[in-house]
């Protein structure tokens, strides 16, 4: 088999639809938010939402339309673990899994594509997981609770060290009154 075709089969195809309509969020997103007026407005909500309500914008409008689109981006990525992932809906089936995207959005500084390749390292933390449960190096065992927990390890020791310093939306979690 040529090796484009090996490519296509071993890597691209395969999947589910979400997984496709997740890899095509990255470049909308970076699009939206840095080459559009709502992405534009959107960070300055985020950052100084008092000079956006300045400009003749309602900075509520803006967070709830924020709010929105990440719920609907929130409710694909659980449709994919129900479905595609997990092959069911169970009990805590997220496994953390949300905490270790805050932390790749932490480590990405808020960037889209930073992101993507974050998830992708901590992805292939819990592939190497799954493949080798037990992993033999010579005479030793690395154990396979010490390879599930490898991804939650890898979040500790990345934003505990390598991170440096991640700004944070200054406006970020707090709530907005306008002024009379």
Known sequence: ?????????????????????????VPATAWLLYRTRFGLRLRAVGENPASVDTAGV?????????VIICGILCGLAGAYLSTALSAGFVREMTAGRGYIALAALIFAKWRPWYALFATF??????????????????????????????PYILTVIILAGFVGRAIPPRAGGEPYVKER
Do not use: K, Q, W
């Open 58 to 66: 309602s900075v509520t409008r803006m967070r709830y339309g924020a």
């Open 121 to 150: 390292l901590f992805g292939l933390m819990e592939a190497v997981a799954n493949r080798f449960p037990d992993l033999v190096l010579g005479p030793v065992t690395v154990p396979s609770m010490f390879m599930n927990a490898l």
């Open 1 to 25: 088999m040529p090796v484009v075709g090996r490519i296509y089969a071993d890597l691209i195809s395969g999947h589910t639809i979400l997984v496709y309509i997740a890899f095509l969020c």
